[in-house]
């Protein structure tokens, strides 16, 4: 740990800082935070790109995510292998998306992809049932839960098709003015 | 606008136009929506409609016969739902905008990026005012093989990679970040953008240090926001119970603290412009010889009523830092010896404008936050979606704690069922005629009650006072003084028994939706608390103000103001005795003894209201008792701990919740308009027509308070002539009504442009919203005249002319994508989807 400039090299270090929303101080952070995760499986040089990847259980585990409702969608919809394992590379992907400083448009694109359980490109009643059971913790009736339902995609359903396109997503997320500061996890 | 019928010959050409950023996009896409370029459209549209028609109606006649308008349309979308589509529509279904951008492929992605990226240098070389010419084609691409999209996806890239090489680095930067690609596809951009200069962070030689300082500044100024927001008051408290018993009750409890912040406002003003002063110079009182019995904090007599406290205390002298304080209580005296060049302090002046503008800056808050929250409220209430808005957008995601986490899903879940409970109250049916006999029976009833209650007052109050009058001629005893509280006691019996029976009755009469509920009795209980305070005001100041020697009473203000503190304070006494027997005793007897689950509710009218009830009293005794906020302030402290705690420990939430975010809106009218208005009303009223009592007081020896500034400004017109002019100002400005008449006026002008703004533009969202409405139908009809189209073409015509349609078709999907992907960044929805409608008419029309 004495030297952390071999954990990166500069250019891998100026490519993370053009690529996300973080300084290289945050990198250095962040790659601290992954090794935290598993020191068995990580390691500390990654001037060679290493192929690690971490799996969800150890990545929901994060005080951050912990308490979160939709922490197992949040890691699956940034692995690349959709199974909720993690590289590095994903892991920043992550947080920087999640970051304060990113723009509206890509934080509904992957929140659309979070509440978008079944992944079939569309919030459908039964993501809504699966958000609205995370989201209140299973208290609403299923009577309830329904109606709730299909109120909400009714309201934000523009083409009629009754299930929630990504078109539908953004233009509803535009008329939330706070979504930018609650999409945001503080790492 | 750019998008209209030679669209199909100049794609390129509209590109450009629709990439001229800035100022000119919004310009367009108002125009998009607006009748210039829409009537155009329209009338394509009607063109192609009608045509569309026809052919369907060759087709499916056998469905349209029985089909009239409305069942057209669910035919339409039946054939929507259906599982069996040409190829050729579900090349389109799945190049529609709202379809493609959910599953954006890598090379999607990549292409739209190409097109931003163009936008953006193209956006540059026109400032820099360089030509056009040069700018490199774009090309769109259609739904291909996967064979292709391979060679496609490395042609796409290297465009980008052109293009993103001559953007600015700030730029390209900023592009890349926002690019949705995962960070390995990024790094392998970045490197094939950044070949030429290896090893060098674009952000650490090109963003500029002001920048990085706006960043800092930024983070300084978010921790100063949360700082602030921790430091409000009851923060913690208060989310708690919101996230307990739902923005209802939550209202409760904010307004109380809106309450708690106008009186510390009160109390500051009065307190560092009359208070202190006085209480540096007191003036000269022989001691009186009051014996201390502790019911005088109580009644306010005694000692009391010769303290700070009360009206009577106040000298009207003028205090001057050159006089002693024993000189300043002789009168008139000191001011006009002393140097004429210092600034004396004239009491009654101001006692008479520190009033007047804790007042004028009352309202004016009042007004102001009425207003604002009155658009608040309008917003929530207008803005469709708020259920989808709320599960989607309501998840705070840094909350991390497990204890938070659970209160703001208790939170949501209220709220959400708030929503449910509105949504189903609109559904259910108002009204039998049966239950109209009820609500007339209830009418009465609550009514009647309110009326005997005021009368009952009335008589009381006369019945006291000459009670009074003839213990005055005896000692002065302590049952004398406790007789005092009678009056208070009866009308806060009053106020705490008679709700009850409205509630009674409101039960009786099982009202559909909680909101009517709520309403009818918070009407109920401010009518009550309306007709006993305009009862006692007119006993104060049209009975014992107006013939004070009649009732014995040498100084009656400071009466009225010990009336006003004693009816305070056994206010509070039977709100706090109402919340230990009818919430903490009733849930034990009804637990223990009743055995029933339930435990009470808390009310939220009647809370309210008996808190506007005491602020009244509160703005009422003002001028007579200028410490009454403190009092208020203290009650109101008590009051919020107790409520909390009654509320935690004995109370549950309602069960019929309600949407309550016009609920402050109200509260806030409520207090504005009958509490301060009549209390404004009854104070300007002492001011200008009531003789002030003669032996006591900043007024005594006038005519009428309002004398004090005039004599003040034609002593300062004799005495300083470099301070004349305030003479004509206060001339001007107070004693003439035109002024006042003039600011009134503006005042209500501004309140009325303000409304039509509002109405304004509830109307163009109500168009807009409408015309999207219309665009969705407009793409379910095209689709079917599309496949509809199809099918016709693919039976009777012969095989031979397929290829060359397919082929048209590839041309007008190419071209279609290129301006949806243009149009995308360039703002709102309505002008997408109407190009995108109209290039899909172009393409059916092509393919006819």
């Not at chain 1, 978008?116 to 059971?133: P, S, Y």
């Not at chain 2, 669910?74 to 389109?92: G, H, P």
């Not at chain 2, 983070?219 to 119970?241: D, E, N, P, T």
Request: glycine share 6%; with cysteine.
């Amino acid at each position: 740990m004495g030297n952390k400039q071999t954990i990166f090299t500069d250019e891998q270090l100026d490519a993370y800082q053009d690529c996300t929303f973080f300084t290289r101080k945050e990198i250095l952070r962040l790659h601290g935070r992954y090794h935290e995760l598993a020191p068995h499986l990580v390691p500390m040089d990654y001037t060679n790109e290493p192929d690690v990847t971490i799996p969800l259980a150890l990545i929901v585990s994060m005080p951050e995510l912990n308490e979160n409702p939709f922490r197992n969608r949040i890691v699956e919809s940034f692995s690349e292998d959709g199974a909720g394992n993690l590289s590095f590379n994903d892991f920043v992907d992550m947080f920087s998306v999640l970051s304060e400083t990113a723009p509206r448009e890509l934080k509904a694109i992957y929140a659309f992809k979070i509440y978008d359980f079944n992944v079939d490109n569309f919030l459908c009643k039964e993501d809504l049932e699966k958000t609205l059971n995370k989201l209140t913790r299973e208290e609403l009736s299923p009577e309830e839960v329904t109606l709730v339902c299909e109120k909400a995609i009714e309201e934000a359903d523009l083409d009629g098709d009754s299930k929630l396109s990504f078109a539908d997503f953004e233009n509803m997320i535009t008329r939330a003015p706070d979504f930018l500061s609650t999409f945001h996890i503080r790492i | 606008m750019a998008y209209s019928v030679d669209f199909n010959l100049r794609p390129i050409m509209e590109l450009e136009l629709e990439s001229l950023r800035g100022d000119d996009t919004a310009q367009d896409s108002m125009k998009g929506t607006g009748l210039e370029s829409g009537s155009r459209e329209t009338l394509e549209m009607e063109v192609l409609t009608t045509e569309g028609r026809d052919r369907l109606a060759s087709q499916m006649s056998d469905v349209r016969e029985r089909a009239d308008e409305r069942s057209e349309e669910s035919i339409q979308t039946n054939l929507l739902v259906r599982k069996r589509w040409s190829t050729t529509t579900l090349r389109v279904l799945s190049s529609m905008p709202s379809r493609s951008i959910g599953q954006q492929s890598r090379l999607e992605i990549i292409s739209q990026c190409n097109i931003r990226s163009t936008q953006l240098r193209r956006y540059h070389r026109q400032t820099q005012d360089v030509s056009l010419s040069s700018r490199p084609s774009i090309r769109g691409y259609g739904i291909e093989a996967d064979s292709e999209d391979v060679c496609e996806e490395e042609t796409k890239r290297q465009e980008l990679v052109n293009n993103l090489q001559s953007l600015s680095a700030g730029d390209r930067v900023r592009l890349l970040r926002a690019t949705p690609l995962s960070l390995a596809e990024k790094t392998k951009l970045r490197k094939l953008v950044f070949s030429d200069k290896v090893g060098q962070s674009l952000l650490s030689s090109q963003v500029p240090c002001c920048s990085l300082l706006k960043r800092a500044l930024c983070h300084i100024w978010f921790g100063c926001l949360f700082i602030l927001s921790s430091l409000q008051l009851w923060q913690v408290a208060l989310k708690r119970l919101g996230g307990r018993f739902g923005t209802g009750v939550l209202s409760y409890f904010l307004f109380i603290r809106t309450l708690l912040l106008f009186n510390v406002f009160l109390f500051l003003i009065n307190g560092l412009f009359l208070v202190l002063p006085q209480a540096i110079y007191p003036p000269l009182h022989t001691p009186s010889s009051h014996r201390v019995t502790g019911l005088e904090l109580f009644t306010g007599t005694g000692y009391l009523s010769n303290s700070l406290m009360f009206y009577g205390y106040y000298t009207n002298s003028t205090i001057n830092t050159s006089c002693r304080p024993d000189e300043a209580t002789a009168g008139t005296g000191c001011g006009t010896t002393s140097d004429p060049h210092m600034m004396a302090y004239n009491i009654p002046l101001a006692y008479c404008f520190t009033i007047g503008i804790t007042f004028f800056i009352t309202g004016i808050v009042l007004v102001y936050s009425m207003s604002k929250s009155f658009g608040r409220s309008f917003r929530v209430f207008k803005s469709q979606g708020n259920m989808a808005i709320k599960v989607f957008c309501s998840w705070d995601f840094k909350v991390s704690k497990k204890m938070s986490v659970r209160m703001q899903s208790e939170n949501i879940t209220t709220q959400l069922k708030e929503l449910l409970s509105e949504v189903k109250g609109g559904e259910e049916e108002k009204g039998r005629l049966s239950g109209m006999a009820v609500h007339l029976l209830a009418w009465s009833i609550s009514l009647g009650s309110t009326f005997f209650c005021a009368l009952g007052i009335h008589c009381f109050a006369k019945y006291m006072h000459l009670r009074r009058l003839e213990d005055a001629e005896g000692e002065v005893s302590v049952l004398h003084e406790a007789r005092l509280l009678a009056l208070p006691g009866v009308v806060s019996c009053g106020n705490l028994l008679l709700p009850g029976l409205f509630n009674l009755v409101s039960w009786m009469e099982n009202f559909n939706s909680p909101i009517v509920r709520l309403y009818v009795s918070i009407f109920r209980n401010l009518l009550l608390k309306v007709s006993i305070l305009g009862v006692l005001c007119y006993h104060w100041l049209g009975k014992i103000a107006a013939e004070p020697e009649q009732h014995g009473l040498q100084c009656w203000e400071s009466f009225v103001g010990q009336e006003l503190y004693r009816f305070l304070l056994v206010d509070f006494i039977f709100t706090a005795l109402y919340t230990v027997f009818g919430e903490f005793i009733w849930k034990r007897f009804s637990q223990g003894v009743l055995r029933r689950r339930r435990k009470p509710v808390f009310d939220i009218a009647r809370n309210v209201l008996e808190l506007i009830y005491g602020q009244t009293l509160t703005w009422l005794g003002l001028l007579f008792t200028p410490l009454l906020p403190a009092v208020q302030i203290l009650k109101l402290l008590l009051l919020f701990h107790m409520k909390k705690s009654s509320l935690l420990v004995n109370c549950q939430a309602s069960r019929k919740p309600w949407r309550a975010s016009q609920m402050s809106t109200l509260f806030i009218s409520l207090l504005c308009f009958p509490s301060f208005l009549g209390a404004i009303v009854s104070v300007t009223y002492t001011i200008l027509t009531i003789k002030p009592s003669s032996g006591c007081g900043p007024f005594r020896n006038l005519p009428f308070m309002f004398h004090s500034g005039k004599q003040w400004a034609q002593e300062l017109k004799s005495t300083n002539h470099k301070l004349a002019w305030l003479n004509w100002v206060h001339h001007c400005l107070v004693e003439n009504p035109l002024f006042l008449f003039l600011l009134a006026g503006v005042f209500l002008m501004v309140i009325y442009i303000h409304t039509q703004v509002l109405d304004g533009q509830r109307k163009t969202i109500s168009l807009l919203q409408k015309q999207i409405e219309n665009e969705g139908k407009d793409k379910k009809f095209l689709i079917t005249s599309l496949q509809a189209i199809h099918e016709k073409r693919q039976y009777p015509l012969s095989p031979s002319s397929r290829p060359q349609g397919s082929e048209l078709w590839r041309k007008w999907s190419l071209k279609g994508e290129c301006t949806y992907f243009s149009l995308k960044n360039t703002g709102p929805l309505w002008p997408k989807s109407t190009n995108w409608i109209t290039g899909l008419s172009l393409r059916i029309s092509a393919l006819t």
